[in-house]
C-alpha cells in the first residue's frame, strides 16, 4: 500500500485547523471541542512497531487504570496520518517520530510534546532498524546508492531525514537516490519483487527482513541520527488545555511502563502479538528497544537545525520551547 505523503498530509491537517479555528471560538490554536470536566476514555494512536509495545505494557500491567484512564490503541502505518487525527478529536494522543512532529509545529499547527519515548541508538547493536537490499545485488554499501530506488515509510520523515544525512556522509548527491514511500509491512515483497532495490526497514519488519535473507548495508538512524528523540507522544493543544490533568496521568503511566520495557525486554516481545501479525520466530529474534520519556529544548532544536539545513522545513526561527508541554500550562 502506498501512502500519501507527509507535505499531503501537513497540508490537509492544516485545511482542518482553519475549519477548526473558523467555527469556534475556544481555547487554543483550534479552539475546543471539550467540556463538562477531563476526559478519562482515550484513544491514542500508534504504528505497529516494537517502539509503541509500551502503551499495550501500560495497558497490561495496570498503570493507566492506576491513574484512572481507559486507553483503546488505535492503529495506523503511518505517525504524519495521526496529525489530522488529533486536530479532529478522533485521536486525543499519538505516537509520532521526532520529524513530522517538528514539521507540522513549524507550520504553525498547534500540537504539543507531552512526553518523550524512545532515542536513536548510538550503538548499532541496539538499533532496530536498517537500510536492507536484496542478497547478491550490486548495493553493497550506501556509496553504491546513487541512481537507485529506495524505500522510506514516509516522505520527509525520520527515515529520509536519516538516509539523507549517511548518503551525505558517503559523498552521495540525495537528490540522485529516487526516494519512495511504501508500508512497513510491505517493504520485504517490494524489494523481493525488484520493485525497489533497498527498504529502510524498522523492528519488527527487520527481523523478518533478516529472515528473508535481506542484507543490511547501512544503519542510518545510528550513523546519522544517534542519541536524538527517536519517537514522541504528541496531542492537540486544545485537547490538553482542557484536560492537563488526564495528559498528566497518561505520562506517567507511559513511563512507568517505558521504565518496566527497559527492565523487562521479554514483556514487549510478549505484546508484539497484539498489535502486529508477524511470527513467534520474527518476534523472538527482534532487537528492543530503549525506552526514554525525556525531553527538552535541545532535543527539538537539533531537528530544528538539521530538517532546516536538508530543507524539510523553512527557516530556522522556530522556537522549540513552544512544542514542549507541561501540565503546569508552561
Known amino acids: 500500500m502506498k501512502l500519501g505523503s507527509t507535505t499531503a498530509v501537513l497540508a ?12 469556534s471560538g475556544g481555547n487554543g490554536a483550534g479552539g475546543s471541542a471539550y467540556g463538562g470536566g477531563e476526559v478519562t476514555d482515550l484513544s491514542v494512536g500508534i504504528t505497529p512497531i516494537a517502539n509503541a ?29 495521526a496529525i489530522p487525527s488529533l486536530l479532529n478529536d478522533e485521536l486525543q494522543l499519538a505516537l509520532m517520530t521526532s520529524v513530522p512532529v517538528v514539521t507540522a509545529a513549524s507550520k504553525g499547527l498547534p500540537i504539543r510534546v507531552v512526553s518523550g519515548n524512545d532515542r536513536y541508538p548510538v550503538d548499532g547493536a541496539t538499533d532496530t532498524t536498517a537500510l536492507v537490499v536484496t542478497p547478491g545485488s550490486n548495493t553493497k554499501s550506501v556509496a553504491d546508492l546513487a541512481g537507485k530506488t529506495i524505500a522510506v515509510v514516509g516522505l520527509k520523515s525520520a527515515p529520509e531525514l536519516a538516509l539523507r544525512v549517511v548518503l551525505e556522509t558517503a559523498d552521495v548527491d540525495p537528490s540522485t537516490v529516487k526516494i519512495v514511500e511504501i508500508s512497513y509491512p510491505d ?13 529502510f526497514v524498522v523492528d519488527p519488519f527487520l527481523s523478518q527482513a533478516r529472515a528473508a535473507g ?10 546519522g541520527l544517534g542519541g536524538m528523540n527517536a519517537l514522541l ?13 488526564t495528559a498528566g496521568k497518561f505520562a506517567t503511566a507511559i513511563e512507568k511502563a517505558e521504565e518496566y520495557a527497559n527492565q523487562n525486554p521479554e514483556a514487549v516481545r510478549a505484546v508484539l502479538p497484539q498489535f502486529t ?9 527482534s532487537v528492543i528497544p530503549q525506552y526514554d520519556a525525556s525531553i527538552d529544548t535541545e532535543d527539538i532544536q537539533a531537528y530544528v ?16 520551547a513552544t512544542l514542549i508541554w507541561s501540565e503546569n500550562g508552561e
Not at 490537509?12 to 467555527?23: D, I, P
Not at 515483497?189 to 527498504?199: C, P, W
Not at 535481506?214 to 550513523?223: A, G, M, N, Y
Open 12 to 23: 490537509a491537517a492544516t485545511t482542518a485547523v482553519l475549519v477548526l479555528a473558523g467555527c
Open 53 to 81: 509495545a509500551n502503551l499495550y505494557i501500560a495497558i497490561q500491567q495496570g498503570y493507566f487504570a492506576e491513574e484512572g484512564l481507559n486507553v483503546t490503541p488505535e492503529v495506523i502505518q503511518t505517525a504524519s496520518t
Open 233 to 245: 507522544w504528541v496531542a492537540n493543544n486544545a485537547f490538553l488545555q482542557s484536560n492537563p490533568t
Open 277 to 285: 501479525s508477524l511470527s513467534a520466530e520474527t518476534i523472538a529474534n
Open 187 to 199: 517493504m520485504v515483497s517490494a524489494l523481493q519483487s525488484n520493485r525497489v532495490d533497498g527498504a
Open 214 to 223: 535481506l542484507e543490511v548495508i547501512s544503519q542510518p538512524f545510528t550513523d
Open 305 to 320: 537545525d538539521l530538517m532546516t539545513r536538508e530543507q524539510f522545513i523553512e527557516g530556522n526561527d522556530y522556537d522549540p
